[in-house]
């Protein structure tokens, strides 16, 4: 049984309390990259030899990823009373991943035409040698047809997705499973409540994963300056400054004048979920913030199934990051091995990059398969020329890894906003730091009349009704809200 401290009332119990700086985890998990650097720059065989803390940190948090993706969406469609309102959702999803896909290779191809990085290179693709890493990655990409992310979404067992961590087909598993489950009505109430409650379990053992991410952060950025260095940054530097700043950009006018649209402000966001952003600047990947992102958005006022729907789909079809890279590269290795391209061509390298970009997804060397597939289906650029980029990828992939979880959380907020459940109010004093109340479970956002409803068709729920006493607190606080 609880005990509440005298003059305290339920609801302040339940708020989530300031921590001091010194004590929060990006401060500890920035602190981590910055000793991980030091020790990689003076110590190189020191920094390489971390890397089994790196991996095994960035391995139990991929554990725990398709579970996680799986028991959200599930619960999410399952709990709905209307199941097409879950079709729509996923399809406007999708039409925002194609716009928001073509606006940011449009971004790579307009930067690397203005500033032609490339010229004066005078690369031979004939002699260009391909190290054994490179070239595996080379023949994926070349045997990747368009047309088979279509196929792969559907898995060859229910259990090998998640043995194999393909997100795709998690999600494919996930919907099938949440609508058989919501047709069940009655009958699976009990099974719903099941996958409600392993939900809290997951985000209950993420909590204890994720205070090891200092380690984890550490021992990867250890390895990666101890074994890369910084000697490739000498020759490559201007087309890696490049990449960065077109990124910045990116995110700012694009993805901010999205935000304000939504009256929320970019940088706002950005500081919200500084946590994740240090995980991914120390693991040179998105997937261990994919929780931590869900989790937010939530308790931001995003409804779950948007969340557990629009998230885990945009890590495969919405990466914004991985477009302005392809797109910049691509051209780049055109221009380094004098390959003249018109603006057609470059148009359909777009077009085709829209679905080899989806091919790769999840996939380990996904960002050159998918490169490699693109240049063998335009047939125009010598797919060899990867070897000109191939030794400062690893400087960009940190890069891509933000701008992607970037795109996402924006991507999430605009689709709620697009079904009129999305509670800008409570997003942005949330995003602003300040202490609100936890979600009940059967939250509805109060949407203001004047913007989303008539005169007469109200609201049945207000946000402003949230259930009294401590036991109502509690059942009604959704599994993840919490703070971990």
């Not at 990059?353 to 010598?382: D, E, N, R, W």
């Not at 020329?385 to 400087?395: R, S, Y």
Request: with cysteine; aromatic share 8%; hydrophobic share 50%.
């Amino acid at each position: 049984m609880e005990h509440i401290t005298a003059g305290a009332s339920p609801a302040d119990k339940n708020m989530p309390r300031k921590t001091r700086w010194y004590r929060q985890l990006y401060f500890w998990v920035l602190t981590a990259i910055l000793v991980g650097i030091l020790l990689g720059w003076l110590a190189p065989t020191a920094g390489i030899a971390m890397e089994p803390i790196g991996t095994t940190f960035v391995n139990a948090m991929k554990m725990l990823i398709g579970p996680i993706v799986f028991l959200t969406i599930v619960g999410g469609i399952a709990s709905v009373a209307d199941l097409k309102k879950v079709g729509m959702t996923g399809l406007k999803a999708l039409t925002y991943f194609q716009i928001g896909t073509i606006c940011a290779m449009v971004f790579g191809l307009v930067a690397i035409n203005v500033f032609r990085l490339g010229d004066g290179v005078n690369a031979d693709a004939s002699s260009i040698k391909t190290s054994e890493s490179a070239a595996k990655l080379i023949d994926a990409g070349q045997h990747q047809e368009w047309w088979q992310f279509i196929t792969h979404i559907i898995p060859n067992s229910i259990a090998g997705p998640f043995v194999e961590g393909d997100i795709l087909q998690i999600i494919f598993i996930a919907v099938v499973f949440g609508i058989a489950l919501n047709a069940m009505g009655k009958v699976g109430a009990p099974v719903l409540d099941g996958v409600q409650r392993l939900t809290g379990v997951m985000f209950k053992i993420l909590g204890f994963i994720m205070k090891a991410a200092p380690l984890g952060a550490f021992g990867a950025m250890a390895f990666a300056v101890g074994k890369y260095g910084v000697s490739s940054l000498t020759s490559m530097g201007g087309l890696i400054a490049l990449f960065y700043g077109t990124s910045i950009l990116f995110v700012i006018v694009v993805l901010g004048s999205i935000m304000a649209m939504l009256r929320l402000n970019i940088f706002t966001m950005i500081r919200h979920l500084k946590e994740e952003y240090m995980l991914i600047l120390g693991t040179s990947t998105a997937e261990p913030a994919l929780p931590g992102l869900m989790r937010k958005l939530e308790y931001a006022g995003v409804k779950k199934e948007t969340v557990g729907l629009v998230v885990p789909t945009g890590y495969s079809f919405n990466l914004d990051g991985a477009a302005i890279y392809l797109s910049l590269a691509a051209l780049y290795i055109a221009q380094a091995t004098n390959t003249e391209l018109t603006i057609g061509q470059q148009l359909g390298l777009l077009a085709v990059m829209l679905l080899t970009s989806k091919g790769a997804a999840g996939v380990a060397g996904g960002g050159f398969i998918a490169l490699t597939a693109t240049l063998t289906t335009l047939g125009t650029i010598p797919a060899a020329g990867i070897m000109l980029i191939f030794g400062i990828d690893k400087f960009m992939s940190e890069c891509r890894a933000l701008v992607n979880f970037t795109g996402n959380a924006v991507a999430t907020l605009v689709i709620a906003r697009w079904d009129r459940t999305l509670d800008t109010d409570r997003v942005r004093r949330v995003f602003a730091g300040e202490t609100v109340e936890p979600m009940p479970v059967d939250y509805t956002p109060a949407i203001p009349m004047e913007e989303e409803t008539e005169p007469d068709e109200a609201p049945k729920h207000s946000a402003a009704v949230v259930p009294s006493g401590p036991a109502a607190s509690a059942d009604r606080r959704p599994a993840y809200s919490k703070s971990l």
